[in-house]
């Protein structure tokens, strides 16, 4: 998920590897048989984004669960937390690098236990109140009847943020990077992002739940932007 004031660049995005998406692999407790555009481990990954065909059809697939939370999967949540840092945005999932794990890593700057409604919050002070959570196999276990709209960004979709309707609070259930299970209730702008990290999980983009010329207006202007930072 990404933040509504961002106009800074994504991470650097190194090159592909030609062929890769015919790759099959296992690294501990995760299955990295790739997408397209999966790349070795490294520190910063490149975010798949919607206006290459190849990483849509990446970010389109049902991601798989871990067996549990080894070293591997540790990697994978740290290299994904420092991409989302670099990008800069408040929530990551794996299949936005390429990785079909059922993999979050998230950081609403709420270090403090205040709970933050908004990102302008979050972004206050965000080095002090830095307060990364990792997320491996999240269950929702129960939504709220009462429904919250948030204006929503994403880092596969940048520059381009619309308001979506969720339920203003879930009890989510998930293995924390030290593979210990938690269960917990989110609210507020927690509730917002781990809805929208989840989505992720299973295929889906925060503009699928918009209407049809919404969604066709968000690709136009992802696709746009790309032209132009091409051509700049």
């Not at 959570?133 to 009462?146: K, Y």
């Amino acid at each position: 998920m990404s933040l509504s004031t961002n106009t800074a660049s994504r991470a650097p995005c190194p090159a592909r590897t030609e062929g890769a998406s015919n790759l099959t692999a296992k690294v501990g407790n995760l299955d990295l048989t790739p997408g397209p555009a999966y790349l070795p481990p490294m520190a910063l990954r490149r975010i798949l984004t919607i206006d290459n065909a190849a990483d849509l059809a990446v970010l389109k697939q049902v991601s798989k669960p871990v067996a549990g939370v080894d070293d591997s999967v540790r990697t994978l949540m740290d290299d994904m937390l420092e991409t989302m840092y670099a990008a800069p945005g408040i929530g990551l999932a794996a299949v936005q690098i390429g990785a079909l794990n059922r993999v979050i890593v998230m950081d609403l700057g709420d270090k403090d236990g205040v709970v933050c409604e908004t990102e302008e919050e979050a972004a206050e002070n965000a080095e002090a109140r830095k307060n990364p959570r990792f997320f491996a196999n999240p269950e929702i276990l129960w939504a709220s009847d009462e429904l919250y709209t948030y204006e929503e960004g994403c880092l596969s979709i940048p520059e381009y943020f619309d308001k979506v309707e969720r339920p203003a609070r879930v009890r989510i259930r998930y293995l924390n990077r030290d593979g210990e299970q938690v269960e917990e209730e989110a609210e507020g702008l927690y509730a917002v992002c781990i809805q929208h990290e989840m989505d992720h999980l299973n295929g889906v983009l925060f503009i699928d739940h918009l209407s049809r010329l919404k969604r066709e207006r968000a690709v136009t202007k992802v696709k746009k932007a790309a032209r132009d930072r091409i051509a700049a």
